[in-house]
């Protein structure tokens, strides 16, 4: 049995990990894949002490040092399906002895004494009519794989934060001509971005304007563009388009961890933030599965290592 | 492994999960041929010909086509499981 069982292994995983392996704990760390969500970002400028790094770089790096680390375990390739409560002899402060199997989805279980749920987030949809339709046929996700295919064509990026900012940037490189549509007033991304950004002559920049239905080429094998709202007079619009950029945050990988602990309306693991404690006693959860309000790189490292010194405390004994 | 099968990665030099793709390959020592479809044009309208999509990776394997990272379809094709 382990002490502890990291389920994910992006920022808040790698992080915590590193924590682990130097303070000696028994811990297994389960992911798909490393390096989480920004693993797609072309560019990186915010991570302290890299003055810019692609997102793909940043997470080689940050698997390389925990990967060095002594004495640690991997279980890589596959995904927590779900987790059941088992007797672990052990107990913090003298209660009940409570424990945890998780099982796998390639069929494997593994049993310990806490878990660190840090399995982060999946791309949230738009929602609206044609996204599904047209997904691959010119509705996108990943501007740095896919930028090239829309080459001298015309794409839009619907959203406003950084990872929206940033695919205005792929796209530009290679469209004619780049739109982005941002829901509100005001954009949630970084200022230095935004402004890098409307000096490009090839972007045309929509706020206020909400899509609502994405349609489809004369021929109705790809995108031929979108309906939006102009939310400032009210009016539906239409642009041509044959690309769209869906970057409008993540929803919660949470579903593994069922009843267990408390979750709020977009499924995201309340956590106490000073400890990252969850409301079930031996879980814990850090990074974008948690309902933490500010989603970056650096703070889900940062919880991910809170989370890990709660932890630490618990297997003491509450010390 | 060895396998009979012709391979074929669609995709671009800035994509990770194509970067992942090819990682899997080597790891299990199959050979596979790359087709830059950011600046290989013939080879972009091949692949959107055969996947019916833009997204990139495209796997061709013999006469089976995955698009995306799909480790366990991509083990399915070529018998690893």
């Known amino acids: ?319 | 492994m060895h396998t009979d099968k012709k391979i074929k990665i669609y995709s671009t030099p800035t994509c990770f999960y194509c970067v992942k793709v090819k990682e899997f390959f080597a790891k299990n020592n199959i050979k596979y041929e790359e087709v830059n479809v950011a600046t290989d044009m013939k080879g972009r309208e091949e692949m959107v010909k055969k996947s019916h999509q833009l997204g990139v990776p495209v796997i061709e394997i013999g006469h089976e086509v995955i698009v995306g990272f799909d480790r366990v379809a991509i083990e399915e094709v070529l018998g690893m499981k």
């Open chain 1, 1 to 319: 049995m382990y002490d502890l069982i990291i389920i994910g292994g992006g920022p808040a995983g790698i992080s915590a990990g590193i924590y682990a392996a130097r303070k000696k704990i028994k811990f297994l760390l389960i992911t798909e894949s490393f390096g989480g969500q920004s693993v797609v970002a072309s560019e990186i400028q915010n991570w302290v002490g890299i003055k810019s790094i692609s997102g793909f770089e940043l997470a080689k790096k940050m698997e390389e040092h925990f990967m060095v680390q002594p004495g640690i375990e991997v279980e890589e390739g596959s995904l927590a399906e779900k987790i059941e409560k088992i007797s672990s002899g052990f107990s913090a402060e003298g209660g009940p002895a409570v424990g945890w199997k998780v099982h796998l989805k390639n069929g494997k279980s593994f049993e310990t004494k806490t878990i660190l749920a840090v399995a982060g987030g999946r791309r949230r949809r738009l929602g609206v009519i044609g996204e599904k339709k047209f997904e691959g046929k010119g509705v996108a996700y990943c501007s740095t794989c896919d930028a090239p295919m829309f080459a001298k064509k015309t794409a839009a990026i619907v959203g406003g934060g950084n990872a929206a900012l940033g695919a205005v940037k792929d796209l530009s490189a290679y469209a004619d001509k780049v739109y982005l549509i941002v829901r509100s007033e005001n954009i949630k991304g970084d200022q230095a971005l935004f402004e890098e950004i409307k000096k490009d002559k090839k972007v045309e920049i929509l706020l206020n304007s909400e899509v609502i239905e994405v349609f489809g080429s004369l021929t109705g094998e790809f995108v031929g563009g979108v309906k939006y709202l102009d939310k400032k007079d009210g009016t539906s619009k239409e642009l041509k388009l044959d690309g769209v950029f869906v970057e409008i945050g993540s929803v919660p990988n949470s579903e593994f961890l069922g009843d267990l602990v408390k979750k709020n309306k977009y499924n995201e693991v309340v956590v106490d933030h000073g400890s990252q404690k969850t409301s079930c006693e031996s879980i814990w959860a850090a990074g974008d599965i948690t309902d933490l309000p500010y989603r970056q790189i650096i703070i889900s490292a940062s919880d991910g290592i809170k989370a890990l010194l709660s932890i630490k405390e618990y297997l003491n004994g509450g010390k």
